[in-house]
């Protein structure tokens, strides 16, 4: 094989037929190449413009603008602008967007008879799954060729209505009636609102948490070809609208190998605790492959160094827990096995470093977000990415997707009757 001149010598895997294929993870892993077909796990061949991401240095960047420079200067809102329409709203285009938005907060009422009929035990990513592509049931238009294009308004609903029906499936679980928008409040002090606020009290809505939360959104925002993403773009290749491809984002996210890893960190992190607390015990434990223990929320498909989130995170979870006053345990848990793991061979070798999912939930949990909710505020931050993506698929005519199989099984079997 020869690629930029250099030659190399492969040894190939049988496929079908007999026919010989290069194997191209061992030539992936050698030369650095990325594969050019999707078909060998790997999406290589999307163009996109939206993020840029380089796994060696731990880059991260939204349309060109540092993700570190974003998540201290921006807001959610701009930072959804600029993934969707590519470039920082000016005052007049923030306005107009965040108007039309604040007008679309409330859901139909309707909906509310599909939302009723769940368990209260249900599982919000499921529900918002549902709920998501229910939408596209009360919005006909978007799935009906004929129909004028309303794409741009289906946009303005999803990022509307989305943090709506977050805060449904917590009123849910815990019993408390919903509370409708309201729509003076900003993006994230107005999901704020519809979490805590009640009949009784009126949640006041402290600049801090609703800081810490825009923080978190923006660092969510968008992550280029992974699981979720990728899976809205192959939906939404086959034309399927936009309530239909987001939902299948919302499934696919909901993985614990994916955005549910949040949840499984902290679940972890309270295993721990319970256990005592004693954090080399777990890394030993980590380290040994029978014990069946994984220590969730380190290591990265595509961070082969630390995950600049990650950073942005770690030092957000110090102030917001100091400026709330919070004291938990588990940080101080998380600090000490990342700590511990930063000075062992066997996660330095194997460049195991925390990820984005590492300290985002004790974030949530000080700011009074249950555990079940923490892959549905990694969807609310996704929201934007996705519908970027989904709309830049469209935007380059992008023919459906079909993912190259290579073919394993037997070969032309004789049939014998029985
Ligand atoms: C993400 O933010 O989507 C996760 O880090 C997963 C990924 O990029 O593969």
Known sequence: LILDGKSYQYPTIEGSEGEKAIDIAKLRDETGYITIDSGYKNTGATKSAITFLDGEEGILRYRGYAIEDLAEKANFLGVAYLLIYGELPNKEQYDKFDNAIRRHTLVNEDMRRIFDGFPVNAHPMGVMSAMISAM??????????KAPDHTETHIIRLLAKFPTLATWCFKKSNGHPINYPKNSLDYCSNFLHMMFSLPVEEYTVDPVVSAALNKLLILHADHEQNCSTSTVRLVGSSKANLYSSISAGISALWGPLHGGANQEVIEMLEDIKADGGDV????????????????????????KNFDPRAKIIKKAADDILGKLGVNDP?????????????HDDY??????????????????????????????????GRLPGWIAQWKEMRANKEPIGRPRQIYTGATLRPFVEL
Do not use: W
């Open 330 to 342: 588990v940080l101080e848990i998380a600090k000490g096995l990342e700590e511990a793991a930063l």
């Open 347 to 380: 996660f330095v070798s194997r460049k195991l470093y925390p990820n984005v999912d590492f300290y985002s939930g004790i974030i949530y949990r000080a700011l009074g977000i249950p555990t079940n909710m923490f892959t549905v505020m990694f969807a609310l």
């Open 136 to 145: 596209s049931g009360f919005y006909p238009d978007s799935y009906d060729d």
């Open 280 to 303: 080399m015990k777990f890394v030993n434990k980590a380290k040994d492959k029978n014990s069946g223990f994984r220590l969730m929320g380190f290591g990265h498909r595509v961070y």
